[in-house]
């Protein structure tokens, strides 16, 4: 069997400052027989000389348009709008499953050029549930944004930083103001993670999962000076806020960080925003009388970099190194879904079936 062959790729996002695999765990995989190529990038939060110095080969940043056919693309957000025809495997958060912006020009690239989506966010075990995701340090990185936002502390641009530079900054301290804070999805990853940051400040957060979103309380929600929402829906359900609570004159709730950032899906829980905040411009006001302001950064975790590429390395680790495993398998299948149902949609569009 021919040896596996990884293309670590570049970011092009400017503000992406994680990996999926640190050089601590690149060791491993070129030790397991793995060839590793990893793109020179300086805002990567590990220079290229780590991996070199562990067996990987360098390449330029860009340069796996043109790698070998049989080389993985291993990356973590969006790739670049070109080339238009995508010709290897690639492993990333497509985000093109749920009908999100840009998700049917995506599969089309997969399309057009006979590669294939083995998207991060579908690599589950037999009971479905994920191997790799950074989902604790967005909700700890979601929770801590609104605290900082709370108390006057919250300054932009945002910078990457280490937790304990940012529990400095999120510690109680004497004349903060009092608030109450409400986590929905406490349970799940990114629900423990915001949990923990609230802990840190000194804030004893509500905690909804399941059973109480099922039969949802909106008068409770709106009675919270703080949301962070950490739902991640596959199926719709109610939305938490409506456009028509934003005029509510009795709304106390006055900060919403939405670790989730499903804006422009079907299934989002929060359709009261078009667009995404940006590290340059984190908060967005949304209506002014009374005040609401909302965090939407789909990449928070890229805050805390070197702590959330350290465990997301570490987990997905063991699926690299059995990349001929079931995993990988259902991620196939779930990418020939989409595209399946992908030209269906556009079928039907055109009026030919």
Sequence with gaps: ????????????????????????????LVGSGVRLTVEDSPQRVFPAEEYEAVGA??????SWVSAPDDAVILGLKELPDEPPRLTHRHIFFGHAYKRQPGAADLLRRFTAGGGALLDLEYL????????????????????ALAVLQERDRLTAPLRPTGKDELDVLL?????????????????????????????????EPTGWDLAETRD???????????LV?????????????????????ARRLRTVSDVTCDVGSPLNVLPVYDRTT???DPVRRLTEEPPLDLIAIDNLPSLLPRESATDFSRDLLPALLDFD???????????????????????????RV
Excluded: K
Excluded at 57 to 62: E, F, N
Excluded at 124 to 143: H, K, N, P, T
Excluded at 336 to 346: I, K, W
């Design 325 to 351: 495993g079931a995993p990988w398998d259902r991620c196939l299948e779930r990418f020939r879904q989409a595209c399946s149902e992908q030209l269906g949609a556009e079928e039907g569009a055109s009026g």
């Design 124 to 143: 589950v075990d037999d009971q479905g549930r994920r191997l790799a995701a950074f989902g604790y340090w967005a909700g700890y990185l979601g929770a």
């Design 229 to 249: 929402n950490c739902v991640l829906a596959t199926t719709p359900v109610p939305p938490f806020v409506r456009p028509t609570d934003l005029a509510d004159p």
């Design 171 to 203: 510690g109680p301290a004497p004349g903060d103001r009092e608030f109450t804070a409400l986590v929905v999805g406490a349970l799940g990853r990114s629900g423990r993670g915001a949990r923990a940051a609230f802990a840190t400040a000194g804030v």
């Design 278 to 280: 940006e590290w340059t």
């Design 1 to 28: 069997m021919t040896a596996l062959h990884l293309w670590l790729r570049h970011e092009v996002r400017s503000t992406e400052r994680r990996t999926p695999v640190v050089p601590d765990d690149a060791r491993r």
């Design 57 to 62: 080969r360098i390449a330029p940043a860009g």
């Design 216 to 226: 949802l309380d909106r008068r409770a929600l709106l009675d919270h000076d703080v």
